[in-house]
């Protein structure tokens, strides 16, 4: 593995950073995810890997029955995959090659998995027949809710981080979706030490009726295939040469 200097920040920047090549053994990789020490990447022939930026070969590697398509670091030395058969394995780098735990709903491939920025046990996954999963990882045998919002695959799923109990979905359907969570009334409770407890982990959310609010309107009909959230702007893009930049007003 070498690495290759790249000057970056413009021309009269001073400032170098170093890339380095890591090993892997899927030929496809579909994701990739960072924390502040571990890259972990998934892909098409179900390999699971970890990596300390500074070595080549990965310090965790695990091979999947099924193609993995999405992956998110659930704690330090935790990580979510998402397999193409439905099944949502947590592993634990620090032990074997069995998950710590697995949740499946039925064989529909997991395309994207958001973890709550301020409460990490609540996990959502965006699925390829347009549906999104709402997990609480501290019990785990069935999803808290299932909701319906897109006509085809959901590509990506996200939780803003400034208004964590809003959610946001872009989908082959055309649609970037805000579920607006934290319009729910009536929802959720008080943690321990004054902690507010996100509507989202409530059994009640599979009862509630959802804001949920198309951000390009109708007239877009082409895919949106990924966007990034920011202080409730929006920046998406998708099959028309065009990328559209969208911000949400609710509080």
Not at 121 to 136: C, F, H, T
Request: glycine share 10%; net charge negative.
């Amino acid at each position: 593995s070498s690495g290759i200097n790249a000057e970056y920040g413009g021309s009269n920047s001073s400032e170098l950073t170093s890339c380095s090549s890591l090993r892997t053994n899927n030929k496809l990789t579909t994701h990739v995810t960072a924390n502040e020490k571990l890259l972990a990447s998934v892909g098409e022939e179900g390999y699971l890997e970890v990596h300390l930026p500074s070595q080549a070969n990965p310090v965790y590697s695990v091979k999947c029955e099924m193609s993995l398509h999405s992956a998110s670091f659930y704690q330090s030395h935790s990580v979510l995959v998402g397999t193409s058969a439905g099944q949502l394995h947590n592993y634990d780098t620090r032990q074997g090659e069995t998950p710590a735990a697995t949740m499946s709903s039925d064989l529909v491939s997991i395309l994207s998995i958001a973890v709550h920025t301020t409460q990490p046990s609540i996990v959502a996954n965006a699925r390829s027949d347009g549906s999104l999963l709402i997990w609480d990882m501290r019990s785990s045998a069935f999803p808290l809710a299932t909701f319906a919002g897109h006509a085809s695959a959901i590509w990506e799923v996200q939780f803003e981080k400034e208004r964590s109990d809003n959610l946001y979905t872009c989908s082959e359907d055309g649609q970037l979706l805000l579920w607006n969570g934290a319009a729910l009334s009536g929802v959720g409770g008080v943690l321990g030490g004054g902690g507010k407890v996100s509507p989202w982990l409530t059994p009640e959310i599979s009862h509630q009726k959802m804001d949920v609010f198309n951000l390009l309107g109708s007239d877009n009909k082409l895919s949106i295939n990924s966007f990034d959230v920011l202080r409730g702007r929006v920046i998406c893009g998708g099959e028309r040469q065009t990328l559209f930049c969208s911000e949400s007003s609710d509080e």
